[in-house]
């Protein structure tokens, strides 16, 4: 498939504290860096998301169940788990979102509360290729609300690792993106 300036790359929180030895560690996080690194080129619109809390974010728990509204403390605003994977060539020209930055709100979707949508629209993308991490939280809502959005949405399926948090919730998030429209791709078909 080619690329071309009407398509956007969306990294998904490729940071620290979702890749091994983070304080959410999703495994397997840190494998999809050489392939997201091999993307970038592609694209003209390239975007990373970031999970940016504030320290007291109403999702983390002392005692984490690792699921939904019950993680550990991670992607705290401005400290070291919350900066992007130091091995992820980020070009000049990336446009960061930074996304859950509000106190008593989670927003796992990169459109949630953030500018996104607009700066994709100005820019007139009509199709998004979604990577990152992880598949079955922030991957899974940004691909949803790309679709209801109005974007033609590509997962890379070799470009996201999930946390399978609880077990079998990995193989529902993708099967809901299936119904919904999102088409799957691996990344070697895509070229510029
Ligand atoms: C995420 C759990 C908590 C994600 C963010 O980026 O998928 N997961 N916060
Ligand atoms: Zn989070």
């Given at each position: 498939?080619?690329?071309?300036?009407?398509?956007?790359?969306?990294?998904?929180?490729?940071?620290?504290?979702?890749?091994?030895?983070?304080?959410?560690?999703?495994?397997?996080?840190?494998?999809?860096?050489?392939?997201?690194?091999?993307?970038?080129?592609?694209?003209?619109?390239?975007?990373?998301?970031?999970?940016?809390?504030?320290?007291?974010?109403?999702?983390?728990?002392?005692?984490?169940?690792?699921?939904?509204?019950?993680?550990?403390?991670?992607?705290?605003?401005?400290?070291?788990g919350?900066?992007?994977?130091?091995?992820?060539k980020?070009?000049?020209?990336?446009?960061?979102?930074?996304?859950?930055?509000?106190?008593?709100?989670?927003?796992?979707?990169?459109?949630?509360?953030?500018e996104?949508d607009?700066?994709?629209?100005?820019?007139?993308?009509?199709?998004?290729?979604?990577?990152?991490?992880?598949?079955?939280?922030?991957?899974?809502?940004?691909?949803?609300?790309?679709?209801?959005?109005?974007?033609?949405?590509?997962?890379i399926?070799?470009?996201?690792?999930?946390?399978?948090?609880?077990?079998?919730?990995?193989?529902?998030?993708?099967?809901?993106?299936?119904?919904?429209?999102?088409?799957?791709?691996?990344s070697?078909?895509?070229?510029?």
């Amino acid at each position: 498939m080619k690329i071309t300036d009407r398509d956007a790359l969306i990294v998904v929180d490729l940071q620290r504290d979702f890749c091994p030895g983070g304080a959410l560690a999703v495994p397997g996080g840190d494998e999809i860096i050489p392939v997201v690194n091999s993307l970038i080129p592609l694209f003209k619109t390239v975007v990373f998301t970031r999970d940016w809390h504030p320290p007291d974010h109403i999702s983390f728990s002392p005692n984490p169940r690792f699921t939904d509204g019950s993680w550990p403390v991670h992607c705290v605003a401005g400290t070291p788990g919350a900066e992007f994977h130091p091995d992820l060539k980020i070009p000049p020209h990336a446009i960061i979102v930074s996304k859950a930055t509000e106190r008593d709100r989670e927003a796992y979707s990169g459109f949630e509360g953030t500018e996104l949508d607009r700066i994709l629209k100005e820019r007139g993308i009509k199709r998004i290729f979604v990577c990152g991490l992880a598949t079955d939280y922030c991957v899974k809502n940004t691909a949803l609300d790309g679709v209801r959005l109005g974007y033609e949405v590509y997962l890379i399926e070799d470009g996201v690792r999930g946390v399978d948090a609880p077990p079998g919730n990995l193989k529902r998030a993708l099967e809901e993106m299936k119904k919904a429209g999102v088409k799957f791709l691996r990344s070697e078909t895509l070229h510029g």
